[in-house]
Every structure is written in C-alpha cells, then in structure tokens.
C-alpha cells in the first residue's frame, strides 16, 4: 500500500509538468509562465525525497528546512507577476514576507531545532495564509469579469489559484493534525 501512495505521488507531481509542456495555449499563459517555478520546485522536492529518503537513506531535515523557505518564494514571485499591481497586494505581500523571514530566521537559527516538523507547520501557516489572502482578493477582482468576459474554456488563471488553494489548504490541515 506503502508503495501505491509513493508511486502515485511521484506521478501526481508529474502531471502539471506534463500538462504545462504539452498545450501551446498554457505556455502563452502569463499566469501559467508565473506557477512554472512552483511546479518545477514541487517536482524536484518529490523526486529529491524518494532518491535521498528511500533509496539513498539520507537524512533530508535540511532539505525541507530549505523547502519551505524556497516555496514561499516561489509563491511569493507568482502572486506578485500575476495580482493586480496595488498598493494594497504590496503591503500585504510585503507584510505575510516580513512575517515569514522573522519566523524563519527565530525557528531556525535562534530556537530550538528539535521538533522540525513544529517548525515547518508554523512556516506553512504563514505561506497558508499568503495563499488564502491572494486567492481571496484575487477572486473578488475577477469573479465578475470572468462569467461575462471569458467563455468556460479560457479559465485557466482562475483553475491555477483554486488549485493553489486547494492544495494549501490539504497540506495546512495535514500538519495542524501533525
């Protein structure tokens, strides 16, 4: 069964990259130019954990200490090419950055290394958060637009955030469970 999820996990994170490569339309896409680096980091942190973790026996606490850090900027950089260019997704954006480089730093280097799964889960509710606020004014900018303007088949910058909140929010409530 073990096997089953590991296998189906390394084909899940697969997929976008396939999906992406393989329609013209989405490479043309700002907003999916935007998620590629996302997508590339989230296939390479599955790839590193089944090389280093199971086949190597590696220790990989490094690693995902690095991880979190590396998709918060990733996030980071899609939701400032992709939002509206205000003042107010500046200061927020500015503020949820300013938040997770003082936990980053006080968990990491100035705390207690011992439990870092709690390390992570505190840094995952910041990056929670980053996710939840952009989705949320990004859909009450264009939820209007969107049912007038663009028919059915157009709706992949709208799919890219809900799949971003999705996923947050599974990986949110797997660590508050944690």
């Keep these: 069964m073990y096997e089953a999820l590991l296998y189906l996990a390394l084909t899940l994170v697969v997929v976008p990259l396939c999906v992406y490569y393989s329609r013209r339309v989405t490479k043309e896409s700002k907003t999916a130019r935007a998620i590629l680096p996302f997508l590339f980091l989230t296939a390479f942190s599955s790839f590193y954990e089944y090389f280093f973790t199971l086949l190597l026996g590696r220790d990989v606490a490094v690693y995902f200490e690095f991880y979190v850090l590396f998709e918060f900027v990733a996030l980071l950089v ?25 936990q980053f730093v006080v968990y990491n280097y100035l705390g207690n290394k011992g439990d870092q799964l709690a390390i992570t889960g505190i840094l995952n ?3 929670f958060g980053v996710v939840v606020f952009s989705v949320l004014f990004y859909f009450s900018r264009r939820l209007g637009q969107l049912q007038n303007d663009l028919p059915y088949t157009k709706w992949g910058e709208p799919l890219i955030f809900a799949g971003l909140l999705l996923y947050f929010t599974g990986t949110f409530l797997v660590f508050l469970m944690a």
């Design 78 to 102: 899609f939701f400032f090419k992709v939002l509206p260019n205000t003042k107010g997704v500046k200061v927020l954006l500015s503020f949820f950055t300013l938040a997770f480089i003082i």
């Design 125 to 127: 509710c910041t990056t």
